[in-house]
């Protein structure tokens, strides 16, 4: 998960390497965000490392309308599913490259971040969620746990944007872990639900069954995994190293 800047300066650069000498470069991008010199201002203010992950946005939105439109037709014809599960890894992508073309171009962005914590919110949280809807995860107390699994997500995006700044840094600026799994790494569950559409796991054929079937509270028990994975998000305690 790439961070390009953070909402707080620190003394010395960005969390993402970038010097803090582009503070006026952000200041800059405000003045052009808030001045009315035309419809298109905001879109000419953007940074390249922006559109890149304007990017990583259209791969998750891609993800969910293919996920929708496996709902509508045979659910024995896998070619939407399995482009719902393809464009999240291509959204990983861009959101590895936003970071790396940033400290290249030695341009930050103040919309940046923001940019980059709802592309993640849509690529590796909501796409996701839908694709598990779409093969079958679809009881009512299921659509908890799920929203719950999103809702984690972006918990956990707000609280880096808030944290960023003050988490302990590297010797180039960076944060030396993240507090919490980060969310592009939900692409695990994908890999397994890849792994079910394989094995024709799907529907009434998931992966352990339904418990308390034909009651208000029935639920498909591996939606568990998107609860332990929103949880994991969360935690405060758990500190991942940054490569």
């Known amino acids: 998960m790439s961070r390009r800047t953070s909402a707080m300066p620190s003394n010395s650069s960005t969390n993402s390497g970038v010097p803090a000498s582009s503070d006026g470069a952000q200041e800059k991008q405000k003045m052009l965000l808030s001045s009315e010199t035309g419809h298109f201002s905001m879109v000419r203010a953007l940074h390249l490392a922006d559109l890149v ?35 999240m890894p291509f959204g990983l992508f861009f959101d590895f490259m936003d970071g790396r073309i940033a400290r290249w171009r030695k341009k930050s962005s103040l919309m940046g971040q923001e940019l980059d914590s709802l592309a993640d919110l849509i690529s590796f949280g909501m796409a996701p969620a839908a694709a598990a809807f779409a093969l079958g995860v679809r009881t009512p107390l299921d659509h908890l746990f799920l929203s719950f699994f999103v809702l984690c997500g972006l918990t956990r995006l707000a609280r880096f944007n808030v944290t960023a700044a003050v988490l302990p840094k590297d010797k180039t600026g960076k944060s030396k872990y993240f507090e919490g799994t980060p969310i592009p790494t939900t692409l695990s569950i994908v890999g397994f639900m890849a792994y079910w559409v394989s094995q024709d796991w799907i529907l009434e054929d998931l992966p352990l069954g339904i418990a308390a079937q034909g009651t208000m509270f029935e639920f498909h028990p591996i939606v568990l995994l998107f609860v332990l994975h929103g949880c994991l998000m969360v935690s405060k305690t758990l500190h991942i190293p940054k490569p």
């Open 53 to 87: 992950t304007e990017l990583n946005g259209f791969c998750g939105v891609m993800s969910v309308f293919s996920s929708l439109r496996y709902c509508l037709g045979d659910p024995h014809e896998y070619g939407a599913i399995w482009a719902a599960l393809g464009f």
